[in-house]
């Protein structure tokens, strides 16, 4: 009789459980990219039920403009995604592959019109980048000088306009808030450092965090700017993109018979979103519209007039983008690229 303990018929192997195991994550982890992928679809069709009555009166006014000029402001509406793809690049030491970073902005552009203050936009370059192998401190510090270019270069854009072509700006009392409005203004300006500061100096965890992201945006942007293929896309590609965005205006505008130059639809565009920039809203929707509709119509534009070229300018950069930006972000989370 043979002393060897007998094995024991019912105990499975023990590789049985690991294999299961490793057999149910990818089928999870391909489940739950599938439904991300989903999700920019249904945060569309929810918007568009939302909205629709923007949407019809939009389509209703555009249908009697002349369509080649309104094309030629969808082509300029894309060419917006490679100036942001350029500014991207610029903001980063690191390599990026140039298609799928234009597929990045495209799919970021339809991101950015679903939550307030760019931030669809930065959560989908964040991800981009993270997936490129970029460090989050590095990532975090190039949407951070991303976002203070764009907002900068818009100032000089505006003082060459005034000094180059005095005669497109309207008087300034129909550019800028006067009264409580300037004071109102004025504070928010001034406070919101101010505000900032004290918040890092009240809460102590904060301190070391912030810190170490300034230090670390200071060090890129010295190190970017030593570097002619760097910073010359940061700084060419921000100032383009707003020109880009005021040339859809000028297309609409000219589709729809608007009694304005080129020079000063540019101009009207250009002021309106630099004052309304400061107002955190879902791809700027409101603020700048309001703030376009009013510069409009300092420079005599029937208000009727000015309100559907603010509404073709948003069909255009907006609802006729939108649809192929969710299809490329919905793509991109698919492969495995966001």
Same mark, same amino acid.
């Given at each position: 009789?043979?002393?060897?303990?007998?094995?024991?018929?019912?105990?499975?192997?023990?590789?049985? &459980?690991?294999?299961?195991?490793?057999?149910?994550? =990818?089928?999870?982890?391909?489940?739950?990219?599938?439904?991300?992928?989903?999700?920019?679809?249904?945060?569309?069709?929810? #918007?568009?039920?939302?909205? #629709?009555?923007?949407?019809?009166?939009? @389509?209703?006014?555009?249908?009697?403009?002349?369509? #080649?000029?309104?094309?030629?402001?969808? *082509?300029?509406?894309?060419?917006?995604?490679?100036?942001?793809?350029?500014?991207?690049?610029?903001?980063?030491?690191?390599?990026? !592959?140039?298609?799928?970073?234009?597929?990045?902005?495209?799919?970021?552009?339809?991101?950015?019109?679903?939550?307030?203050?760019?931030?669809?936009?930065?959560?989908? &370059?964040?991800?981009?980048?993270?997936?490129?192998?970029?460090?989050?401190?590095?990532?975090?510090?190039?949407?951070?000088?991303?976002?203070?270019?764009?907002?900068?270069?818009?100032?000089?854009?505006?003082?060459?306009?005034?000094?180059?072509?005095?005669?497109?700006?309207? !008087?300034?009392?129909?550019?800028? =808030?006067?009264?409580?409005?300037?004071? *109102?203004?004025?504070?928010?300006?001034?406070?919101?450092?101010?505000? /900032?500061?004290?918040?890092?100096? @009240?809460?102590?965890?904060?301190?070391? =965090?912030?810190?170490?992201? /300034?230090? &670390?945006?200071?060090?890129?942007?010295?190190?970017?700017?030593?570097? =002619?293929?760097?910073?010359?896309?940061? #700084?060419?590609?921000?100032?383009?993109?707003?020109?880009?965005?005021?040339? /859809?205006?000028?297309?609409?505008?000219?589709?729809? $018979? *608007?009694?304005?130059?080129?020079?000063?639809?540019?101009?009207?565009?250009?002021?309106?979103? &630099?004052?309304?920039?400061?107002?955190?809203? !879902? $791809?700027?929707?409101? !603020?700048?519209?309001?703030?376009?509709?009013?510069?409009?119509?300092?420079? $005599?534009?029937?208000?009727?007039?000015?309100?559907?070229?603010?509404?073709?300018?948003?069909? *255009?950069?907006?609802?006729?983008?939108?649809?192929?930006?969710?299809?490329?972000?919905?793509?991109?989370?698919?492969?495995?690229?966001?």
């Amino acid at each position: 009789m043979s002393l060897l303990p007998l094995e024991d018929p019912a105990s499975p192997p023990p590789s049985a &459980t690991p294999a299961s195991d490793e057999r149910r994550r =990818p089928s999870a982890s391909a489940a739950t990219r599938r439904v991300l992928a989903v999700l920019p679809l249904l945060f569309l069709a929810v #918007w568009a039920a939302v909205d #629709w009555h923007a949407v019809r009166d939009g @389509v209703t006014r555009l249908a009697a403009a002349d369509p #080649w000029w309104l094309l030629t402001g969808l *082509l300029f509406t894309y060419l917006g995604a490679v100036a942001a793809a350029c500014v991207r690049q610029g903001a980063l030491t690191d390599r990026l !592959p140039p298609g799928a970073l234009l597929a990045s902005q495209i799919a970021a552009g339809a991101a950015n019109h679903l939550l307030p203050a760019s931030i669809g936009a930065h959560a989908v &370059t964040l991800r981009f980048l993270r997936r490129e192998g970029v460090p989050l401190n590095r990532a975090t510090a190039s949407i951070a000088l991303y976002s203070l270019v764009r907002a900068v270069v818009k100032i000089p854009l505006v003082l060459v306009f005034v000094l180059a072509a005095p005669t497109t700006v309207p !008087p300034a009392a129909e550019l800028f =808030p006067q009264g409580r409005a300037l004071f *109102l203004t004025a504070a928010c300006l001034v406070l919101a450092p101010v505000a /900032v500061a004290a918040l890092f100096a @009240v809460v102590r965890p904060l301190r070391r =965090p912030a810190l170490d992201f /300034v230090r &670390t945006a200071l060090t890129d942007a010295r190190r970017l700017h030593t570097r =002619p293929t760097r910073f010359l896309p940061l #700084w060419g590609g921000a100032a383009a993109a707003p020109l880009l965005q005021a040339c /859809v205006v000028a297309c609409v505008g000219t589709a729809l $018979g *608007l009694p304005l130059s080129w020079s000063q639809l540019l101009f009207a565009f250009l002021a309106a979103s &630099t004052a309304a920039g400061v107002v955190p809203a !879902p $791809g700027g929707i409101g !603020p700048i519209d309001a703030a376009l509709v009013l510069t409009l119509a300092g420079y $005599g534009t029937p208000l009727p007039l000015a309100t559907a070229t603010v509404i073709g300018y948003r069909v *255009l950069t907006v609802w006729a983008p939108l649809l192929p930006g969710m299809l490329v972000l919905s793509a991109m989370v698919q492969r495995g690229r966001l």
